[in-house]
């Protein structure tokens, strides 16, 4: 599996942008760049995905570098029900995925 | 976004007891789901994977005998764990994929049930 590092944590004050990196060094042509959230006692939400180029949703927007070798997922103003910890996957057509520690994001209100 | 159930949310039950857990896709169709577990404070971990009309695949140290999978239709799977103990305390969560191509590429979204809170006493 190509693998992905994040902080451990982060914090962020209500309603400033949030900005949470992965690398991805070993990421492969074919891999998809998937990010998850997960509330407290909640299964993972799914926040946004992207291949080359950056994209954006009504949750967040995903900018990826150039040479994608790492990501980032901008919350654009963070809100307390942001608080949560935030995954970045690889994903390649149909192998499985494995989570790992992901980034714990404290908002202060 | 596509949605995923799980049943029951939270179950309490005594130790050799067995216990079923049903993961359902609702609004698309789901070859293939996941099943992870997750101890407090730490991340998912996948148990299986689970094909529509075929037998799972078991990660490596996951008894099979003891979590019993079964995905008998495109858009439920089922999680039974056999004879549960306190060990087997655990959120369990299911996830389906769907599946789409985009740029000739294959990519796949998982989203993810709720998931099970298990308690065996």
Known sequence: ?109 | GAVVSQHPSRVICKSGTSVKIECRSLDFQATTMFWYRQFPKQSLMLMATSNEGSKATYEQGVEKDKFLINHASLTLSTLTVASAHPEDSSFYICSARDAGTSGGVEQETQYFGPGTRLLVL
């Open chain 1, 1 to 109: 599996d190509a693998k992905t590092t994040q902080p451990n944590s982060m914090e962020s004050n209500e309603e400033e942008p949030v900005h949470l990196p992965c690398n991805h060094s070993t990421i492969s042509g074919t891999d998809y760049i998937h990010w998850y959230r997960q509330l407290p006692s909640q299964g993972p939400e799914y926040v946004i995905h992207g291949l080359t180029s950056n994209v954006n949703n009504r949750m967040a927007s995903l900018a990826i570098a150039e040479d994608r070798k790492s990501s980032t997922l901008i919350l654009h103003r963070a809100t307390l029900r942001d608080a949560a910890v935030y995954y970045c996957i690889l994903s390649r057509g149909y192998q499985k995925v494995t989570f790992g520690i992901g980034t714990k994001l404290q908002v202060i209100p």
